[in-house]
């Protein structure tokens, strides 16, 4: 393994642990301090979130591409922007780091480290729910890096930020996110039965956004 | 028609079918979650919206002009940016994805997809807001664009974050919205009844800022 | 009158306007839908300010400099960047702006037009408080224009997002605003008594900014 | 002393002075106007001071670097960026300008001036956080400072923004902030009881993050 691998590796694996620590953390927290009001578990929930992600974007999209989800390294593989080896090993250390970051959330909240999720999040509506979420992203990512790419970090913030209020499951969109939250029982998780579901409908929504907007992005070059 | 007209039609309409999947998918979910404190709604759907025009006017603009908003189109065509056909067929897209968009919504929620509002927002108050909230948009628009183009989406969804609290009416600010917006019976709705003035206080204020901004920008040009 | 001064002081009245529009108007929106929980309306009441504050300053900035306050216009005179004449006539039209928008929040509301407030906001903790918050402000008009002139409007924006919850006044920072505020009997308003020590405070503020600013960015040019 | 020290001095003092002003003000607002809901007043305490820190950085960066905190002037020491006698100079004006921050806060909302905390904040779980906290502090400033230094400043405000609510201490991620804020009994306060081991953490978190960020950012240099 090349010594430049390796610093992606560790940064794809670094990103996705403190993505999840955001994730799962500031669920713990909103969930403690909310008094029951749920609204405004989520609102301190997705502030964390999406002001996290673009610092992460920010620190390691120079070194590795930043992705921390296997989705997003499907379509960077599809498009021949990252061989199918890399593609493998940056979605095994994302899934890796994601674990990892669940565990450091559980150990700064006091929570037992090994968790198993009990919260189902089923049916059409959620899975339909995903396919939106992350059909968005990938739209965003494709679309935002194509003629700006410098906002490309905080468009990723900000989109997540709307699409945790504005699709049912609070937008996953993220499959090494989906995997890890289903070891946590707390307000983020999601039961490792209602896990599959949510991953193939990312990796359709995935493909989606891909198709759509290579065709989009494309015809602006040649018309 | 043109291979160049397809694509900016594609993204009027994607666009304008994102907004509304954010503007009511957001309503629903703080309606649900907030337990009847309504203001803790408002936040949850201002911020998703916010947010969310950001990164569509990102993504769409150098495609379309990221207009999403016949009022927009309008001013648009009178400044002659814009052909009077092409404005027609813009505005038409916009309808018809503002339609789905409310429809994906309803879906991704798992409400029926047909619903008509009972929602009334009627009377003068309501109106002025309007006028208010659409003069205020176009301005925006004309002032950054002017000035700081590349702050213009910034700007747009700054600017609906504010309007979405300082107007009576919660800033409808766009026909096709409100259209839309009769077609969803939850947090965001407007009864079919309130439309109409809406739709009309959204013109005057629109051509109102047009013509203020026209003579306060223009001077700066040759004073 | 030339045409470039019209222009400049339309720039500062139509801009004060809608910002005493945003302040009362999310003011009324946040108390009527918070259910009594000030925290809420607060926010809701400092995230339409903030966002307003950058958009109106990104549009009339390059047109009369955006002051909008009577005290950026008087230190803005001191340093010479204006003439008396100028400043004096920028300060009458900003009040004038002032009041006609809280009448344009109180028509969006159906509020009586004319109020007058009873919000006693008296005592010498308040006055400190109208000191630090206009001496932050000052603070950071001069130090981020020195140094990084374009994020200048998103610096103003962010300080009284920060300043409405770190000051006991909630920050007016700003005699038109004061003094606009004393017409409105609702949650942003002030009481006419209560109006001169807040602008003596700012006064005072705003001089002791300028001085320690005028010192400490001076040193850096020629050190 | 040079002329250039003292400035530099009076900004590192300065800052760090607002940036408590900012962390207990909007602490006891929060806690006065949120009725017992803790999240609420979280919410506002993370909206002021992540806005605030931007502004500050903004304004002081161009003259002392705006550290603001002694884990980052530590570092900077051990990169060799600052003499140790600079450093330790640094440090102490932090720590009286931290002081004189919460004494400000105290007058402005009419509290007694000196006070000392009673809130415990012990624990592994506690002292773990600011491990996590202060090395993702250090970890931002040297990661996007290498890629990106320009966006700094909104990096450390958006990293606050999300720490205040992914860990169990809310991040305080400085020492000088540890020391001041022991001596407020209000919401933002920390017993001194608690604080050598808060400190400890974030010393440790510090070094740790210099280490990591060292290799992963050296590496891209050179491969």
Known sequence: MSTGLSRKLAAESLGTAVLLAVVIGS?????RLAAGNTAIALLGNTLATGAALVVLIWIFGPISGAHFNPAVTLIAALRRDLSPVTALAYIAVQIGGAVLGVWV???????????????????GAQAFSEV???????????????????STPMAVGLYITSAYWFTASTSFANPAVTLARSLSDTFAGIAPASAPAFILAQVVGALLAAGVFGWLLKTERTA
Chains 1, 2, 3, 4 share one sequence.
């Not at 480290?113 to 009990?118: A, E, H, K, P, V």
Request: zero cysteines.
């Open 27 to 31: 669920g713990v927290m909103g969930e």
């Open 105 to 123: 959330a559980h150990a700064m909240f006091g929570e037992p480290i090994l968790q198993m999720s009990t919260k189902l999040r089923s049916g």
């Open 132 to 150: 939106v979420a992350t059909s968005g992203l990938i739209g965003t990512i494709l679309g935002v890096s194509r003629f700006r790419p410098d």
